[in-house]
């Protein structure tokens, strides 16, 4: 159904044959995003894939291009003008009008280091946002798939095209020195300066005094405007003439007879025409030669090409929607999927499976072939841990992002317990692992993994995880859930896989609440951040019980809270809602308050004392507001109702009654607490609260 090679990408641009398919998305990348593509071709550096469906027909087939568009119609700007380059340069290199040579060098070398040296496998922060007061979500990176892939050092050449690259027969040469770039470099300060009629690579070509033809010379309104995409056609046109003509170099002489006799240039003109020609030479000749750069560049570049074949236009449309990702991406879901050792077949699959998998491929809309593959169980592996929603969101096809997460967390599963890790190598070693039996064996996986879910979640702590609607993952990250599930899963079958109610049971519960304690510690004092797959990795491969089950010391929760409650800063960081919304869940959760269960669709985080008293105060440090004492769980429902109100505003006997059981605060008690010079005396209240949860109750939990 497919084939990958490699071609020249001016040869991908120059593809007439090449439609795009009704479905193909609306042009999405910035400048800045071709800037960039035009570093890469530069440096030599892999540009990508491009996805081609290749449809029969009676006279001639059609190629539809799936996914590419946008970095064909970047490469086809460069090719037609180097002005396209130098406005995407401008907005990179943050060029103004007036910059020196100089000063635009400086600007392009400093921003080609940060551009070629940043790492954004570090950005663990950003996981979480809010996204509206009280309230968070989880971005799209948090569940970034192709992230956890990360195994090159520069972060713009993808896991997708990585895994593609390795089936093409191109170049490996990566030249680290400078002398590709200043090339680069060459065409920027030759089109600079942007001028109203011209730019520096049109400049020298304004015959327009002596010639009144020039099929690069715009006349819009009586004003006069040298047109860059024109100019190249003329010089493409001029430089063919000349190896028509047999003429090897080209000379001044030469340049001039093509003008006269291609335009109309009156004799009295002639003379003023050869000297402004002869003045201008030498940057005419530069221009002509940078056209022919960029040209062979582009010719010398190589793209990945993924051809379909066969496929129909349904399978095609949705192909691209799994691949939709800025036109650049292929998901290394994808990517897997046309693996040949993860389109084995499995002999006998279950009937859940088949469910399973008939369900995934109805919601992509794709007619599923007769076999069921190996890749098939990974990517509804999600779907079939039912009881695991403690541990992992309960995500939806609908929402694509979901969609895509659902199907990604299943392949980081088998790659962390059958390859010990989850990077691209890892979990594309699983399809090859011989111990895995892809039959009834691999079914008993399924059937285990719900087995423990059942066990732990059967203890009261995970009780009342669950009535908050919530789960480790939402709380912290995706590879800690992993984490979480891998290395109690290795301590059940390390006890014999019980079940019951027995000792060992008791035991794998109460290690799984260590490692859900630990979890949330190493969390909120940002130990995952950096490459959090080499760190799940390191700690499956270092599993012990007597060491992975060893609890955090009580101390360390005790100095973490004190620094909360008396600096408003978490190891020396201000505080703020996002990171101490975990420690929040976990104080209710110890303390055995009960959420509201599945009766609301949501939970969110509310100040006591409201934000907007606080703002209008005179209060010296208002990030006290976001301290711990001054936050609650409040269900949604209730806390639209609550707005901004102050406690003693507040008549609703139900809303009452909420506050009342999530604040730890009587009715009587809301005027006491409605004023922000009242933040003390509910620090006073509140915080012994928060100690002897994470002190008595905490210590118990994890010694009973």
């Excluded at 009834?440 to 719900?450: C, F, H, S, W, Y």
Aim: charged content about 30%; proline content about 2%; aromatic content about 10%.
């Amino acid at each position: 159904m497919y084939q990958i090679r490699s071609e020249s990408a001016k040869t991908l641009i120059e593809d007439r044959n090449i439609r795009l398919p009704r479905f193909q998305r609306k042009q999405t990348w910035d400048i800045k995003k071709n800037f960039k593509l035009c570093i890469s071709i530069f440096k030599n550096y892999p540009i990508g894939i491009c996805v081609i469906n290749e449809e029969k027909g009676r006279q001639r087939n059609t190629k539809w291009l799936l996914d590419g568009r946008q970095r064909r119609n970047a490469l086809q700007l460069m090719l037609d003008n180097p002005e396209e380059i130098y406005n995407w340069s401008k907005a990179f290199l943050k060029i103004k009008n007036g910059d020196q040579q100089d000063e635009i060098e400086e600007k392009f070398w400093l921003a080609i280091e940060e551009h070629l040296e940043k790492d954004e496998g570090e950005e663990e922060d950003k996981k979480n946002q809010k996204n509206k007061e009280g309230e968070l979500k989880t971005t799209e990176e948090d569940i970034d798939f192709e992230d956890e892939f990360e195994e090159d050092d520069y972060n713009f050449i993808n896991a997708a095209e990585k895994e593609v690259a390795t089936g093409l027969e191109v170049s490996t040469y990566v030249n680290h020195d400078k002398d590709d770039l200043k090339f680069l470099l060459k065409i920027i300060l030759i089109c600079h300066n942007k001028k109203r009629n011209s730019t520096g690579f049109s400049a020298p070509f304004n015959f327009s005094k002596f010639i009144t033809n020039l099929d690069y010379v715009d006349h819009d309104s009586g004003f006069t405007k040298l047109n860059g995409k024109k100019l190249v056609s003329f010089i493409r046109n001029f430089k063919k003439n000349a190896y028509d003509e047999g003429i090897e170099e080209i000379t001044k002489e030469y340049f001039l007879k093509y003008l006269v006799s291609r335009f109309l240039v009156q004799d009295k003109n002639i003379k003023g025409l050869e000297k402004l020609v002869d003045q201008n030479w030498e940057r005419i000749e530069e221009r002509i030669d940078i056209v022919e750069l960029i040209e062979t560049r582009l010719r010398d570049t190589v793209i990945g090409i993924i051809d379909l074949k066969n496929a129909t236009s349904t399978d095609a449309q949705n192909i691209f929607k799994l691949i939709n990702s800025e036109g650049t991406d292929l998901t290394a879901v994808e990517i897997l999927s046309a693996k040949p050792s993860w389109n084995s077949k499995i002999a006998y699959p279950s009937v859940e499976l088949t469910k399973h998998v008939d369900e995934l491929y109805s919601v992509m809309n794709i007619k599923r072939e007769d076999a069921i593959v190996r890749w098939d169980f990974p990517a509804t592996l999600l779907g079939r841990l039912d009881s695991l929603n403690f541990i992992f969101k309960k995500l939806s096809y609908a929402k694509e992002t979901e969609f895509k997460t659902r199907l990604t967390l299943g392949f980081k599963i088998l790659g962390a317990i059958y390859e010990k890790g989850i990077t691209k190598g890892k979990i594309s070693g699983v399809s090859k692992n011989r111990n895995i039996q892809w039959g009834e064996d691999i079914e008993q996986l399924v059937r285990d993994l719900n087995s423990l879910g059942r066990i732990i979640s059967d203890h009261s702590f995970f009780k009342f995880l669950q009535s908050w609607n919530t789960c480790l993952m939402e709380l912290t990250s995706d590879t800690i859930a992993i984490n979480f599930l891998i290395v109690v899963y290795k301590d059940w079958l390390q006890k014999g896989s019980p079940i019951g109610s027995n000792t060992e049971v008791k035991k794998v519960q109460r290690n799984s609440i260590v490692i859900f304690d630990k979890m949330i510690y190493e969390y909120v004092t940002k130990q995952w951040r950096g490459p959090s797959d080499a760190r799940l990795a390191d700690n499956i491969e270092k599993f012990s019980v007597e060491k992975t089950f060893e609890p955090v010391k009580s101390e360390r929760w005790k100095t973490l809270l004190e620094e909360i409650f008396t600096s408003n800063t978490l190891f020396d960081e201000t505080i703020s809602v996002r990171i101490l919304r975990p420690i929040l869940y976990y104080y209710y959760c110890l303390s055995e308050i009960d959420g509201p269960n599945n009766t609301v669709s949501a939970i969110e985080i509310d100040h006591i004392i409201p934000q907007s008293l606080f703002e209008s105060s005179t209060l010296e440090n208002k990030i006290v507001q976001h301290n711990l004492y001054n936050l609650a769980l409040i269900p949604k429902r209730e806390n639209i109702s609550k707005g901004n109100k102050k406690l003693n505003n507040i008549e609703d006997p139900w809303l009452i009654k909420m506050i009342e059981k999530y604040t730890n605060i009587t009715q009587e008690e809301f005027t006491n607490f409605s004023t922000v010079k009242s933040i003390e005396e509910l620090k006073g209240k509140r915080v012994p609260l928060f100690m002897e949860a994470f002190e008595s109750y905490r210590n118990k939990l994890l010694h009973d």
